[in-house]
């Protein structure tokens, strides 16, 4: 919530004046005028400016939904997005036709997009708040296909009794392979190099 007050010779100049220092459109500001204004004797002596106080109540998942859906409109995605509480933030679920490419190969760009709408949403956010994008169910289906991947890879590893080591992963998608093996007792499960190259290894475990 940011409050400017502002003076000028009418209300709507002062207005105007406000909305230049918040940086935002008529629409998302309530306006209070504090002081009407007036003309003093014959139109000089003791002339009054109006003061108005101009509130912007800024709401972070607003602002990140706003931000996201001019991305897709420049994009020339034709699609709504739906947003609904989830158990680690907001998801933002972006619904349509051909989503392709908001998601990217292996979901690269919605992982971007996710990033940019939560630095926008947040920029100005009393409170933190965390936004989760998805499109065509993609977040559901990359998780099942990495646990897949991550009870072959455990296999592989106990079979050859020796380390195996995973292609590189984002955090989000190793965090996904160590939570699916965390409750298995013959593998043990660390993460190897540097970012954006950081990788999984499983390992057997050590009787």
Do not use: C, W
Request: aromatic letters at 4%.
């Amino acid at each position: 919530m940011k409050k400017v007050v502002a003076i000028a010779k009418t209300v709507d100049l002062a207005v105007q004046k406000a909305l230049l220092e918040l940086g935002v459109p008529r629409e998302r500001v309530s306006v209070r005028v504090l002081e009407e204004p007036s003309k003093g004797l014959f139109g000089l002596i003791g002339t009054r400016d109006a003061k108005v106080e101009v509130e912007f109540q800024y709401d972070p998942l607003e602002e990140g939904r706003r931000f996201l859906a001019d991305v897709l409109q420049q994009m020339q995605v034709e699609a709504t997005i739906e947003s609904r509480k989830a158990d680690d933030g907001t998801l933002f679920d972006i619904q349509g036709k051909n989503l392709g490419v908001t998601i990217g190969r292996r979901g690269q760009t919605l992982d971007a997009l996710q990033y940019l709408v939560n630095v926008v949403a947040n920029r100005h956010a009393e409170k933190h708040v965390r936004i989760v994008l998805d499109a065509e169910n993609y977040r559901a289906r990359r998780k099942e296909t990495l646990e897949q991947l991550a009870d072959r890879i455990a296999k592989k590893a106990l079979q050859m009794k020796r380390n195996v080591r995973l292609e590189p992963m984002s955090a989000a998608e190793r965090k996904v392979i160590h939570a699916f093996l965390q409750a298995r007792p013959d593998v043990v499960t660390f993460s190897e190099g540097e970012e954006p190259h950081r990788y999984i290894v499983v390992a057997p475990k050590e009787a």
